[in-house]
């Protein structure tokens, strides 16, 4: 369990969220979920925009430990990862992937949620800002391997993997594909990946 007080209440709000879904989210919630005394929550953060913020930055931070600990670039300025061995980076990829779906659930479905919820109500679709650094780094990777167009290849492979884990968590793909959190799942992304990256490349 997290000691920071920011790193609780955010990790609450991330289980709330999917478990019972964006109407579900609220200060009162959060507090219950962590145990604290009413009130801690809005202490913290006073709207529930800055509650929804807190939840995204908290995500992307998240994320990017995960990215860091499968030894992926977890920053848009960092230097492009190489790509001459496709199957290698797609497995990469993919084990990163497979803890998204599995250990990493929760937030993956809380991601979703938030990000449907800044359809509804521009005041918070800044949140969108977090996907830049992803798409930037894809954009480098498939620069320096020589694919033509590698920004729109770029932009294009993110909106790909995005529709991988959505498929596997909330659509169809969740009914036949492996189950998360096995050797079987990881190997079927990483063919996916593999296709995906090698028609970019040309």
């Not at 579900?24 to 925009?49: C, M």
């Not at 001459?84 to 479905?109: K, Y």
């Not at 391997?145 to 294009?156: E, I, K, R, T, V």
């Not at 993110?158 to 799942?185: H, K, S, W």
């Amino acid at each position: 369990m997290p000691t920071d007080r920011f790193a609780l209440l955010t990790d609450a709000a991330i289980d709330v969220l999917a478990e019972e879904g964006m109407r579900g989210l609220t200060h009162r919630a959060v507090d219950r979920r962590t145990g604290l005394p009413e009130g801690t929550t809005s202490a913290y953060f006073r709207t529930r925009k800055q509650l929804i913020e807190a939840v995204v930055r908290r995500i992307a931070d998240l994320d990017r430990e995960d990215l860091r600990a499968g030894r992926l670039p977890a920053d848009g300025d960092g230097p492009p990862p190489d790509l001459t061995d496709v199957p290698a980076m797609a497995a990469g990829i993919a084990a990163v992937l497979d803890h998204w779906m599995s250990g990493g659930r929760n937030r993956t479905l809380a991601r979703y949620a938030c990000l449907l919820e800044a359809t509804h109500h521009p005041e918070i679709r800044t949140i969108l800002a977090y996907g830049d650094a992803s798409r930037a780094q894809s954009r480098a990777m498939l620069a320096a391997a020589g694919a033509p167009n590698p920004d729109q290849a770029g932009d294009h492979f993110v909106a790909c993997i995005d529709g991988l884990l959505f498929d596997r968590l909330a659509g169809a793909g969740a009914r036949t594909a492996p189950p998360p959190g096995t050797a079987a799942n990881r190997a079927d992304l990483t063919a996916a990946l593999t296709a995906v990256l090698r028609g970019f490349l040309g």
